[in-house]
């Protein structure tokens, strides 16, 4: 089963930036998409933004203009870049990837579905984000 691991995250003030990374280890497959969620203590989990292997993108719209995801194909490494922070993006950040059953790199699978769904399949352990106004 793939690891998912997520660093980058730490305090920062509002209008400031962070870039977390997430590197996918204990596994030899190549994984198509992956993607972001977070969750603040006392909210429900929310999809942060989604990245598949053709580059397609898909973002909440509370971190659209702010977040740019992105992904190291040949590394399986995803990348969440995050400026203009707000108090309100703290929380828990995760990292996320389908699993081969529900992503297997053909045309049939939707970021966009999966990123709806919830990000279903393997998590990260997760990295704090705390902004400061």
């Known amino acids: 089963q793939v690891q998912l691991r997520e660093s980058g995250g730490g305090s920062e003030q509002a209008g400031g930036s962070l870039r977390l990374s997430c590197i996918a280890a204990?596994?030899?497959?190549?994984?198509?998409?992956m993607g972001w969620f977070r969750q603040a203590p006392g909210k429900e989990r929310e999809g942060v933004a989604a990245?598949?292997?053709?580059?397609?993108?898909v973002y909440a719209d509370s971190v659209k203009g702010r977040f740019t995801v992105s992904k190291d194909n040949a590394k399986n490494i995803l990348y969440l870049q995050m400026n203009s922070l707000k108090p309100e993006d703290t929380a828990m950040y995760y990292c996320?990837?389908?699993?081969?059953?529900?992503?297997?790199?053909?045309?049939?699978?939707?970021?966009?579905?999966?990123?709806?769904?919830?990000?279903?399949?393997?998590w990260g352990q997760g990295t704090q984000v705390t902004v400061s106004s």
């Open positions: 996320a990837a389908p699993t081969p059953r529900q992503d297997d790199g053909s045309w049939a699978f939707s970021v966009a579905l999966w990123f709806q769904s919830g990000l279903p399949g393997n």
């Open positions: 204990g596994h030899t497959y190549k994984i198509p998409s």
């Open positions: 990245i598949d292997n053709d580059g397609r993108t």
